[in-house]
């Protein structure tokens, strides 16, 4: 039975008390979580929150690895304190920041899996609350070290109004804002999710999603246990995997960023035969999806594919087109989707239909102002209605159409990042003098990121230089696919750095004139690079892997196939300290003869994008491994 009236964790878990062997929780390798199961974790885990001092206001940060037991902790703090998910890829310095920022006054952790956010709590005089996964008992089951000294039978008790969440959105300014959002504002969010998709007891998510984000968090979680379903918690995305969680979990929805839906498409197409699955129908949100993608997605999976908008202040979802077979509208997000939205002028005022201007919501679901932020809650609030920094148009059947982006974020993949952030990484190298780091256009990820620096007198950085640099500083993603070197940045009126247009104004440098591959070696690593990257069009010698959509898969991919065609070692770090075609072959004529690293390489292609990734990892702690 849906229950979207409930209001708060406490609500959640009490519901859960009267169907205990319910399973709500998937995960491969194990039985599912049952009800009752994950009421004994929540209820240890209030006892150890209050035996480290940890009250209603105090906080909690969870760094976990994604997956079911990640669900579990978020479910479980809540119900207890504000729970705080941060990045498990974040840098210890990152991890201090974070948890300073937020005034957490412990951090919940599985030893050994992110020792970065270990050192970054014991350096900040944080408790740590330690977990240990025990899968046998359910998907996401974990005990507590030590454990709780008092007998685990209370359900804890929290209220609508208190904090639930709180989550870091970047902007304007140079740190991120901390976004509070309260039980009621998340359960209303995630009721409206369920009712856009008609979510019922027979549903069950496949959450491909980190659930550090909202998007994981509220559409994919939150609104699959209001509505009575499950939930599919796998460790994060992985193409090669899909179509065997379509046919181990029988899940009947999935929610994801468009990248995530390409790579689906993509490993659907290298099928042989038509996909036979249970889905009724895939949603996409956290950044525009081409129709083109849609088209072809809908096509291949056979169901509808329901593209949605929302941002982390909304507690997720703003629009939602509906699903068949009401009026879906090609380019649209949809109608308002449980707040309301209507198009303002920079001075306030509400704007016909059709006529573009920036989006802006109110409702139930919305924050009231972010947390010790006045200047930022000044400017983006007013009259009731917040302001979302996006650009758009309402047409007269009230369906959202979304032209653009006002504020400065990059929003790489669905991961919205504030370049000022990196600015200032980058200006505490010796060698800069001044940076600014702004979107260009990225084949895969919508937008990447480049920086332009301008150095000190003297010898120059190499830009692999600066980007190792920022990966010991920085989580991978934010790192630059590009960093140009340049005698002087724009400046406005004001001699304020200029980064809007700054992609334009540099596309000179940024595009390199073709030039067509010399020698024997650069056809081939061209024609590879080709293949790999699925690029169509003639790839030159200064061609950059990164701005051609490179990541480390791809680069693990393509060190895999020129090690075969070569006969030479060929490792993922000489993709990454040479970037364009022509560094790369000339680095490949050094290289000796590829003996037994063909065959470990050749477990690449077999092994999951995490999998892949933590072997860079191991291999490199250089190598930033999103770049």
């Known amino acids: 039975m849906p229950h979207h009236h409930l209001s708060c964790m406490a609500d959640l878990l009490e519901q859960f008390r009267t169907s205990p062997e319910r399973a709500i929780l998937y995960a491969p390798g194990g039985p599912p979580l ?96 330690a977990i240990q996964p025990e899968r046998a008992a359910g998907a996401g089951y974990f005990t507590l070290s030590p454990g709780p000294a008092e007998d685990p039978t209370e359900t804890p008790s929290v209220r609508p109004e208190q904090v639930a969440l709180v989550l870091h959105t970047s902007g304007t300014t140079s740190h991120p804002k901390i976004v509070p959002l309260t039980h009621g504002r998340i359960f209303r969010s995630a009721a409206n999710v369920a009712h856009s998709l008609q979510l019922g007891p027979v549903d069950r998510c496949l ?138 002028s920079e001075d306030g005022r509400l704007l ?9 919501v109110r409702g139930p679901n919305i924050i009231g102002a972010y947390a010790g932020q006045t200047e930022a809650n000044r400017s983006a609030f007013f009259d009731g209605w917040f ?48 940076a600014v780091v702004f979107a260009v256009p990225h084949p895969r990820l919508g937008e990447g990121i480049a920086a332009a620096v301008v150095t000190e007198p003297g010898p120059k950085p190499a830009e692999s230089e600066l980007r190792r640099y920022l990966a010991r500083k920085l989580a991978p993603y934010k790192v630059p696919q590009q960093i140009v070197f340049v005698d002087s940045i724009p400046k406005g009126p004001s001699g304020k750095l200029q980064r809007v247009g700054l992609a334009d104004k540099l596309a000179g440098i940024l595009q390199q004139p073709y030039e067509p591959p010399a020698g024997d070696r650069e056809i081939r690593v061209a024609a590879v690079w080709r293949d790999v990257l699925a690029h169509e069009d003639a790839i030159g010698r200064q061609d ?23 006969g030479i070692r060929v490792e993922s770090a000489d993709i990454f300290e040479n970037p364009t ?41 250089e190598i930033d491994a999103n770049r």
């Open 34 to 129: 049952t009800a009752r199961r994950l009421r004994e974790v929540a209820s240890q885990t209030a006892i150890a929150l209050r035996s480290h001092g940890v009250g209603p206001a105090d906080g909690c940060a969870i760094v976990l690895p994604n997956g079911p037991e990640m669900a579990v902790a978020f479910l479980s703090v809540a119900a207890v304190t504000t729970a705080a998910p941060l990045n498990p890829a974040y840098r210890q310095a990152e991890f201090q920041y974070y948890f300073q920022d937020l005034a957490v006054k412990a951090v919940l952790l599985q030893p050994g899996a992110t020792p970065a956010a270990e050192a970054a709590a014991r350096t900040t005089g944080r408790s740590i609350i």
């Open 207 to 344: 959450n491909v999603m980190p659930l550090f984000h909202i998007h994981g968090l509220i559409a994919a979680l939150l609104a699959s246990l209001v509505s009575g379903g499950g939930v599919i918690c796998t460790s994060g995305f992985a193409a090669e995997h899909f179509p065997g969680w379509l046919d181990d979990f029988a899940p009947t929805w999935y929610t994801a960023v468009p990248t995530i839906h390409q790579s689906v498409l993509q490993v659907l197409a290298d099928r042989p035969a038509p996909i036979r699955s249970t889905l009724r129908l895939a949603r996409s949100s956290s950044a525009a999806l081409p129709p083109s993608l849609l088209a072809d997605l809908e096509q291949r999976l056979g169901v509808p594919v329901i593209e949605a908008y929302g941002m982390t202040e909304a507690a997720h979802q703003i629009a939602s087109n509906p699903l068949p077979p009401r009026l879906r509208k090609p380019g649209s997000v949809g109608p308002a989707a449980g707040p309301e939205i209507a198009i303002s």
């Open 352 to 360: 016909p239909p059709d006529t573009t201007g920036e989006i802006v």
């Open 387 to 434: 302001r979302t920094g996006d650009q758009g148009y309402l047409d007269s059947d009230g369906y959202l159409f979304i032209t653009g982006r006002l504020k400065e974020l990059i929003n790489r993949g669905g991961q919205k990042i504030s370049p000022r952030e990196i600015d200032e990484a980058l200006v505490a190298h010796p060698a800069v003098r001044q």
């Open 544 to 566: 950059n892997f990164f701005a051609l959509g490179g990541d480390s898969l791809l680069a693990a991919r393509i060190a895999v196939r020129l090690s075969r065609e070569l």
């Open 581 to 621: 075609l022509s560094r790369l072959a000339a680095r490949l004529g050094d290289q000796p003869p590829a003996d037994e690293l063909v065959d470990l390489l050749g477990e690449i292609e077999n092994m999951s994008e995490d999998d892949v990734r933590q072997l860079l990892k191991d291999a490199d702690g």
